[in-house]
């Protein structure tokens, strides 16, 4: 069973940019997550989607990241514009059920904003 | 505001020896407790999870949990070079909140 993927592996744009970071969960998880880990600091929850439905965004830092999750299958988060504190890891995460089941880390998307 | 505390370290452990991994929460109704372990430059991976007080055992393996004092330990017996990683401590309170909340890690490094 493949397991959670995430497209591009590594990032760098100019501030002001626009970026997207893709997630596939494993199939048949409905709960989808993002977390993002900047330089020396915890990894934080962003958001959660059950489905296609944003489930808690509590963790998003401003309007200026956008999640989808269309069909309830892959997410995107689109970072726009870029700021150099958007720089750090991206991780998805998914799980088959919620709080008490396993998440599933994919390897992260590094984002450097130059 | 929800809180993870652990000793950053490193924390270093002959091979063949226990290494004693710690965490404090803050928030009293959490309900679910993960060890996660993260090589340099890998993704997390779960080592173990519990969600009662008391000890769970899985392999090499001891997950303690103790609510009354928000405290949660780690135990790997036996330890081993490739033990070496980053630990991290997560806790989630549930109830539509699942998003996890974690510590910033101890580095683990089991000397040969």
């Known amino acids: 069973e493949a397991g959670v993927t995430q497209f591009p592996s590594h990032s760098v744009i100019e501030k002001g940019q626009t970026v997207t970071l893709r997630c596939d969960p494993i199939?048949?998880?409905?709960?989808l997550y993002w977390y993002r880990r900047v330089m020396g600091k915890e990894i934080k929850f962003l958001l959660h989607?059950?489905?296609?439905?944003?489930?808690?965004e509590s963790g998003m830092p401003n309007n200026r990241f956008l999640a989808e999750r269309t069909g309830g299958t892959y997410s995107t988060l689109k970072v726009q514009p870029a700021e150099l504190e958007d720089s750090g890891v991206y991780f998805c995460?998914?799980?088959?059920?919620?709080?008490?089941?396993?998440?599933?880390f994919g390897p992260g998307t590094r984002l450097t904003v130059l | 505001q929800k809180e993870v505390e652990q000793n950053s370290g490193p924390l270093s452990v002959p091979e063949g020896a226990i290494a004693s991994l710690n965490c404090t929460y803050s928030?009293?109704?959490?309900?679910?407790f993960f060890w996660y372990r993260q090589y340099s430059g890998k993704s997390p991976e779960l080592i173990m999870s519990?969600?009662?007080?008391g000890d769970k055992e899985d392999g090499r393996f001891t997950a303690q949990l103790n609510k009354a004092s928000q405290y949660v330990s780690l135990l790997i017996r036996d330890s081993q070079p490739s033990d070496s990683a980053t630990y991290l401590c997560?806790?989630?309170?549930?109830?539509?909140?699942?998003?996890?909340?974690f510590g910033k890690g101890t580095h683990l490094i089991i000397q040969p």
């Open positions: 995460a998914s799980s088959q059920d919620s709080w008490r089941d396993t998440q599933y």
């Open positions: 199939s048949g998880h409905d709960n």
């Open positions: 989607f059950v489905k296609e439905s944003k489930q808690d």
């Open positions: 928030d009293r109704v959490s309900q679910s």
């Open positions: 519990i969600y009662s007080n």
């Open positions: 997560a806790v989630n309170v549930g109830g539509g909140a699942d998003g996890l909340t």
